[in-house]
């Protein structure tokens, strides 16, 4: 069973910057695309970034600018830069997988005060 495990959560200032990162139990290249979502309370699952191999990056409108999502293959892990974090950005954060299955990650909380 692969597993997809978060860390770097935590609360930060807003203005702030903190890196999430996805280490995957297998090689990370069994992933097609692999993304990063977000659940903040009472809120609907967002996706935030996302790439596509040899294809093109995704990021949702609240992201672009602030957040750059990345790959260390080497390390079997994906990042989640975020930079000038701001309060609405509070949210549990989930990395996401898809390969010839898919798999969600656990969650990482991150918390932006004002």
């Known amino acids: 069973q692969v597993q997809l495990v978060e860390s770097g959560g935590g609360l930060v200032q807003a203005g702030g910057s903190l890196r999430l990162s996805c280490t995957v139990s297998e090689n990370i290249n069994i992933f097609v695309s692999m993304s990063w979502y977000r659940q903040a309370p009472g809120k609907q699952r967002e996706l935030v970034a996302s790439?596509?191999?040899?294809?093109?990056?995704y990021y949702s409108d609240s992201a672009k600018g602030r957040f750059t999502i990345s790959e260390d293959s080497a390390k079997n892990t994906m990042y989640l830069q975020m930079t000038s974090l701001k309060p609405e950005d509070t949210a549990v954060y989930y990395c996401?997988?898809?390969?010839?299955?898919?798999?969600w990650g656990q969650g990482t909380r991150v918390t932006v005060s004002s």
């Open positions: 996401f997988g898809t390969g010839t299955r898919e798999y």
């Open positions: 790439f596509l191999r040899r294809s093109n990056t």
